[in-house]
């Protein structure tokens, strides 16, 4: 607390630490009095700092002023807690104060932690930032009396524009040397986000990130465009081989159309030879019938002459006939006289036979004797053999039976002939009888849709909303995820129609006509719609989670035929999955059975059962009631009247077997249709083909022998090419393809580096000019304040290229005596005074161009000259006090004497000792009083 007359405090003894200030002080006055005083403050700037057991405070509150904020103190009462304070408090690394790096070393000695919270001025409500820091580095953060994580905090912070990382808005005491170390290009960024438009930096990120694009599409298409001319290198080289082998070739396809068309031309020279042949028949037919009628009067002329020697001819003929006769008399009598000497030397011939034969004879029969005593001894031993008569009548039995085989198979290949042709007779007629019984199918189907047409019109009559929504339904079933059904009435299909009444004696109007979903969200929106937006009356209802329609019966009934019951309620009828799943949930209908006539007559009997609770005779339905006090039973019955909706009944199980039918049929159908298109397109391509071969053979010599002497000389030709492979061909053709492919993927690189250009021209422009702008206005603030100085300063881009974006930066270029030359700002250059009073000047240039709410320098006017500190803080009070700047917080361990002040600075006085007042004790007005 500033408190210039050091007194003993009684109710504390150990040292402390506190800060406090007349101007906070009457700040806060004001501050109670109205928001006339916050209405000077720039978004973001900080109104109060509150300080808990950090470094040397135990607990202190610091009130800065909208303008210039002054905090002196001695070394080491705890200015610069102040600064670490801000830049903790507001979610900063350690690193950016460059004392501890471990935010638990910020917590007072002693204690187990401690507490910052900064308020910052916004309008429509200040924001409150805590800050709970723990000795083991643990930070609880809190933002308007809310618990939040440090990200939240950070994200706020940037909102107001806040950058404490930034050397150019918040420069601590240990960072000061640091300044004039940045390079250029890392003060350019810092300049950006202190002062620039929001935009500004990420333009400048923007053309960086285009300009590393640019450089890698550069790269890219240097790489494309070689490897494209390489290529094109290598094809170029293998082009002559190409050339030479595709020669070949055609000579070669040549050759092969010669030797298709040279039977072609052979046919139809023959053809032409046999044309002109018969035409020389023809001809020579023509020639002889004129050479006979102009022959013909010497003909008859000779037919005459013959005439004449006929009857002398056929007296030379009885003459020859004669002679010839007598000389065959002649020749006869000679005959017969030869033929008895030949005669008697073959009656000699054959007595000398029959002599030797006797002699044959002779020998046969003592032979023959031989012989008959040898078989008669050899079968003297047979007799002893087994018969084999019976053996060879199985052989004979079994042949037989092959060969009736063998006919029984010719009779069935006769058959299999017979059938064959039968079939082939058939085949013809088959299209139309399958056209006939599609007909008889569909006809069939359309009976079963006239049905359900039917039972459609029953329901319309009888409830017009429900129908309007079945037909809003068939048109947004896909809205829906699980089944939905149509009303019951029409998917429950009675398989007797003498058994309808009972199903709809037993189930409600009210359900047969409602909707059936499988699940609740779908049913909800159906509602929605046809409810809620079209006002249509309508029932759903949900079918339940597990499904209760496999569920069995109480009992079998093979138990109750005895009672004249055949079967339940179920078994009479077909329905979707979920609805019947539903009624055997709702309405038990796998438990109600139904009897006849001897239910009737044994209903007295019946009805003691205890498991019967609903059941059925021929006309009545019973219901049984049981006291559960008493037991008692009580019934009643209701008549079963006939049936009004279900008696349409479809046989749903035929109705499915058709469809599938009729779908296989099409599907054959379209089969075979694709197959009729491809063997028309087949056709075509060989039309086509034909129709090619014939131009080709058109441009072909049409001779035998110009034909042969073409083929020896394409033969010749085509020999000529050796060494020539289709793998070169076939690389040549790769080649290009790639050459293709490497064509566009350079044109489409080349175009996308063509857009980044433009990218980068037009973010250049967006960034460059406003930069340019705001790098002048700090020139020629930088400028004056040197100037006013009697020194010299300056300050521009600089760029060693253009294109090169993240190596421009500003350059500070100073001079502090006359006699030398502009020099850039570095660490080494300028000694370290100079380099106080440049930072401190460059600041001030940004200052009035006030972006950030708020910017901090601790002790930088030390090393400073007297004469340089004087003129410095006259600048640092000039400009920081204006309305259009910002807050300022202005850090020093001393101050010169008669320097000159403003109304609207704020100073804080800042000391440290065993015997400060705690900050609740302070009383301002004790304080001037006692002064005064």
Same mark, same amino acid.
């Given at each position: 607390?500033?408190?210039?007359? $050091?007194?003993?405090?009684?109710?504390?003894? /150990?040292?402390?630490?506190? #800060?406090?200030?007349?101007?906070?002080?009457?700040?806060t006055?004001?501050?109670r009095?109205?928001?006339?005083?916050?209405?000077?403050?720039?978004?973001?700037?900080?109104v109060?700092?509150?300080?808990?057991?950090f470094?040397?405070?135990d607990?202190?509150?610091?009130?800065?002023?909208?303008?210039?904020?002054?905090?002196?103190g001695?070394?080491?009462?705890?200015?610069?807690?102040?600064?670490?304070?801000?830049?903790?408090?507001?979610?900063?690394?350690?690193?950016?104060?460059?004392?501890?790096?471990?935010?638990?070393?910020?917590?007072?000695?002693?204690?187990?932690?401690?507490?910052?919270?900064?308020?910052?001025?916004?309008?429509?409500?200040?924001?409150?930032?805590?800050?709970?820091?723990?000795? /083991?580095?643990?930070?609880?953060?809190?933002?308007?009396?809310?618990?939040?994580?440090?990200?939240?905090?950070?994200?706020?912070?940037?909102?107001?524009?806040?950058?404490?990382?930034?050397?150019?808005? =918040?420069?601590?005491?240990e960072?000061?040397?640091?300044?004039?170390?940045?390079?250029?290009?890392?003060?350019?960024?810092?300049?950006?986000?202190?002062?620039?438009?929001?935009?500004?930096?990420?333009?400048?990120?923007?053309?960086?990130?285009?300009?590393?694009?640019?450089?890698?599409?550069?790269?890219?298409?240097?790489?494309?465009?070689?490897?494209?001319?390489?290529a094109?290198?290598?094809?170029?080289?293998?082009?002559?081989?190409?050339?030479?082998?595709?020669?070949?070739?055609?000579?070669?396809d040549?050759?092969?159309l010669?030797?298709?068309?040279?039977?072609?031309?052979?046919?139809?020279?023959?053809?032409?030879?046999?044309?002109?042949?018969?035409?020389?028949?023809?001809?020579?037919?023509?020639?002889?019938?004129?050479?006979?009628?102009?022959?013909?009067?010497?003909?008859?002329?000779?037919?005459?002459?013959?005439?004449?020697?006929?009857?002398?001819?056929?007296?030379?003929?009885?003459?020859?006939?004669?002679?010839k006769?007598?000389?065959n008399k002649?020749?006869?009598?000679?005959?017969?006289l030869?033929?008895k000497?030949?005669?008697?030397?073959?009656?000699?011939?054959?007595l000398?036979?029959?002599?030797?034969?006797?002699?044959?004879h002779?020998?046969?029969?003592?032979?023959?004797r031989?012989?008959?005593d040898?078989?008669?001894?050899?079968?003297?031993?047979v007799?002893?053999?087994?018969?084999?008569?019976?053996?060879?009548?199985t052989i004979?039995v079994?042949?037989?039976r092959?060969?009736?085989?063998?006919?029984?198979?010719e009779?069935?290949?006769?058959?299999?002939?017979?059938?064959?042709?039968?079939?082939?007779?058939e085949?013809?007629?088959?299209?139309? /009888?399958?056209?006939?019984?599609?007909?008889?199918?569909?006809?069939?189907l359309?009976?079963?849709?006239n049905?359900?047409?039917?039972?459609?019109?029953?329901?319309?009559?009888?409830?017009k909303?429900?129908h309007?929504?079945?037909?809003?339904?068939?048109?947004?079933?896909?809205?829906?995820?699980?089944n939905?059904?149509?009303?019951?009435?029409?998917?429950?299909?009675?398989?007797?129609?003498?058994?309808?009444?009972?199903v709809?004696?037993?189930?409600?109007?009210?359900?047969l006509?409602?909707?059936?979903?499988?699940?609740?969200?779908?049913?909800?929106?159906?509602?929605?719609?046809?409810? /809620?937006?079209?006002?249509?009356?309508?029932?759903?209802i949900?079918?339940?989670?597990?499904?209760?329609?496999?569920?069995?019966?109480?009992?079998?009934?093979?138990?109750?035929?005895r009672?004249g019951?055949?079967?339940?309620?179920?078994?009479?009828?077909?329905?979707?999955?979920?609805?019947?799943?539903?009624?055997?949930?709702?309405?038990?209908?796998?438990?109600?059975?139904?009897?006849?006539?001897?239910? $009737?007559?044994?209903?007295? #009997?019946?009805?003691?059962?205890?498991?019967?609770?609903?059941?059925?005779?021929?006309?009545?339905?019973? #219901?049984?009631?049981?006291?559960?006090?008493?037991?008692?039973?009580?019934?009643?019955?209701?008549a079963?009247?006939?049936?009004?909706?279900?008696?349409?009944?479809?046989?749903?199980?035929?109705?499915?077997?058709?469809?599938?039918?009729?779908?296989?049929?099409?599907?054959?159908?379209?089969?075979?249709?694709?197959?009729?298109?491809?063997?028309?397109?087949?056709?075509?391509?060989?039309?086509?083909?034909? =129709?090619?071969?014939?131009?080709?053979?058109?441009?072909?010599?049409?001779t035998?022998d110009?034909?042969?002497?073409?083929?020896?000389e394409?033969?010749?030709?085509?020999?000529?090419?050796?060494?020539?492979s289709?793998?070169?061909?076939?690389?040549?053709?790769?080649r290009?393809q790639?050459?293709?492919?490497?064509?566009?993927?350079?044109?489409?690189?080349?175009?996308?580096?063509?857009?980044?250009?433009?990218?980068?021209?037009?973010a250049?422009?967006?960034?460059?000019?406003?930069?340019?702008?705001?790098?002048?206005?700090?020139?020629?603030?930088?400028?004056d304040?040197?100037?006013s100085?009697?020194?010299?300063?300056?300050v521009?881009l600089h760029?060693?290229?253009?294109?090169?974006?993240?190596?421009?930066?500003?350059?500070?270029?100073?001079?502090?005596?006359?006699?030398?030359?502009?020099?850039?700002?570095?660490?080494?250059?300028?000694?370290?005074?100079?380099?106080?009073?440049s930072t401190?000047?460059?600041?001030?240039?940004?200052?009035?161009?006030?972006?950030?709410?708020?910017?901090?320098?601790?002790?930088?006017?030390?090393?400073?000259?007297?004469?340089?500190?004087?003129?410095? =803080?006259?600048?640092?009070v000039?400009?920081?006090?204006?309305? #259009?700047?910002?807050?300022?917080?202005?850090?020093?361990?001393?101050?010169?004497?008669?320097?000159?002040y403003?109304?609207?600075?704020?100073?804080?006085?800042?000391?440290?000792?065993?015997?400060?007042?705690?900050p609740?004790?302070?009383?301002?007005?004790?304080?001037?009083?006692?002064?005064?």
């Open positions: 607390m500033a408190d210039p007359a $050091k007194r003993q405090r009684l109710s504390q003894v /150990d040292s402390s630490a506190q #800060t406090s200030s007349s101007a906070a002080s009457m700040f006055a004001s501050q009095d109205g928001a006339g005083g916050e209405s000077r403050f720039v978004e973001g700037s900080i109060r700092i509150s300080m808990k057991n470094l040397t405070y607990s202190s509150v610091v009130y800065p002023g909208p303008h210039l904020n002054m905090i002196v001695a070394n080491g009462t705890g200015k610069s807690s102040i600064v670490c304070a801000i830049c903790l408090g507001l979610a900063g690394k350690t690193a950016i104060l460059g004392r501890g790096d471990k935010v638990g070393l910020y917590v007072k000695r002693g204690c187990p932690k401690g507490f910052i919270e900064i308020e910052l001025y916004k309008r429509g409500g200040n924001v409150v930032i805590n800050r709970e820091i723990h000795v /083991d580095n643990q930070s609880l953060w809190m933002l308007n009396g809310r618990h939040c994580n440090q990200k939240t905090v950070e994200e706020e912070v940037k909102a107001l524009h806040i950058q404490v990382s930034n050397l150019c808005q =918040f420069l601590p005491q960072k000061v040397g640091e300044f004039a170390k940045m390079s250029k290009i890392e003060l350019l960024e810092a300049t950006e986000k202190s002062v620039g438009p929001p935009e500004m930096y990420e333009y400048h990120c923007e053309l960086k990130n285009f300009r590393n694009k640019e450089r890698e599409l550069e790269n890219v298409v240097k790489e494309k465009a070689s490897f494209l001319e390489k094109k290198q290598r094809n170029e080289r293998n082009k002559h081989d190409v050339n030479r082998y595709y020669e070949k070739k055609r000579h070669l040549v050759i092969e010669l030797e298709k068309k040279k039977p072609w031309v052979e046919y139809e020279t023959t053809l032409n030879e046999l044309k002109g042949v018969k035409r020389e028949r023809e001809e020579a037919k023509r020639q002889l019938s004129a050479l006979r009628q102009a022959q013909a009067p010497m003909l008859r002329k000779i037919q005459e002459i013959e005439n004449q020697l006929k009857p002398t001819e056929a007296q030379i003929k009885a003459k020859t006939a004669a002679i006769e007598a000389s002649c020749k006869q009598k000679q005959d017969q030869d033929r000497h030949k005669e008697i030397d073959d009656i000699k011939q054959t000398r036979l029959k002599q030797m034969e006797e002699e044959d002779q020998k046969r029969i003592s032979n023959t031989r012989t008959i040898d078989l008669k001894a050899e079968l003297a031993k007799g002893d053999q087994p018969d084999v008569t019976p053996r060879i009548n004979n079994e042949l037989r092959i060969q009736e085989e063998r006919a029984k198979i009779g069935e290949k006769a058959d299999l002939r017979r059938e064959k042709d039968h079939l082939f007779a085949s013809r007629s088959e299209s139309k /009888d399958l056209i006939i019984k599609h007909i008889k199918h569909y006809d069939s359309n009976d079963m849709n049905l359900m047409n039917a039972k459609e019109e029953k329901l319309r009559g009888r409830h909303d429900t309007t929504a079945l037909q809003w339904l068939r048109k947004n079933k896909e809205q829906f995820h699980g939905v059904h149509e009303p019951m009435m029409l998917v429950i299909n009675v398989r007797d129609p003498r058994f309808a009444r009972y709809e004696h037993h189930i409600s109007f009210h359900d006509r409602a909707f059936v979903f499988q699940r609740k969200d779908d049913m909800e929106k159906f509602m929605t719609e046809v409810r /809620d937006k079209m006002n249509l009356k309508v029932n759903s949900s079918a339940p989670e597990e499904s209760c329609s496999k569920r069995p019966p109480s009992r079998n009934i093979e138990s109750l035929r009672f019951f055949f079967t339940y309620l179920r078994e009479m009828f077909d329905a979707p999955d979920e609805v019947m799943s539903y009624l055997c949930h709702q309405y038990r209908v796998h438990d109600v059975p139904v009897g006849n006539e001897q239910t $009737k007559a044994m209903i007295k #009997t019946v009805i003691e059962e205890p498991y019967l609770k609903v059941l059925y005779t021929t006309e009545e339905r019973y #219901t049984v009631k049981r006291s559960f006090y008493s037991n008692k039973i009580s019934t009643s019955n209701s079963v009247h006939p049936s009004q909706y279900l008696t349409i009944t479809v046989d749903t199980e035929e109705k499915r077997q058709l469809e599938q039918e009729i779908d296989e049929r099409l599907k054959a159908l379209q089969k075979d249709a694709t197959a009729l298109d491809r063997r028309d397109n087949e056709l075509l391509l060989c039309y086509g083909s034909c =129709f090619l071969l014939m131009q080709a053979f058109d441009k072909l010599p049409n035998l110009e034909i042969d002497a073409m083929l020896n394409e033969r010749s030709r085509a020999e000529c090419f050796t060494g020539l289709e793998s070169v061909v076939d690389e040549y053709n790769r290009e790639e050459i293709k492919h490497l064509e566009k993927e350079l044109e489409d690189k080349s175009n996308a580096l063509n857009a980044y250009r433009q990218n980068i021209s037009e250049k422009e967006r960034w460059l000019n406003p930069l340019k702008q705001l790098v002048e206005q700090i020139n020629d603030k930088f400028s304040f040197f100037r100085m009697q020194c010299a300063g300056e521009d760029s060693e290229n253009e294109e090169e974006y993240d190596k421009y930066g500003i350059r500070i270029r100073v001079k502090f005596h006359s006699s030398t030359q502009l020099h850039e700002l570095t660490a080494h250059h300028q000694s370290g005074g100079e380099r106080s009073v401190m000047l460059y600041l001030m240039a940004l200052q009035e161009l006030n972006r950030c709410p708020f910017r901090v320098v601790d002790e930088i006017n030390q090393g400073m000259d007297p004469v340089n500190e004087r003129r410095v =803080f006259d600048i640092v000039r400009t920081a006090c204006k309305e #259009t700047t910002s807050q300022y917080f202005f850090i020093t361990p001393k101050l010169l004497q008669n320097l000159q403003a109304d609207e600075m704020t100073i804080l006085c800042v000391h440290n000792g065993a015997h400060m007042l705690p609740n004790q302070w009383d301002e007005k004790t304080f001037i009083r006692r002064r005064v």
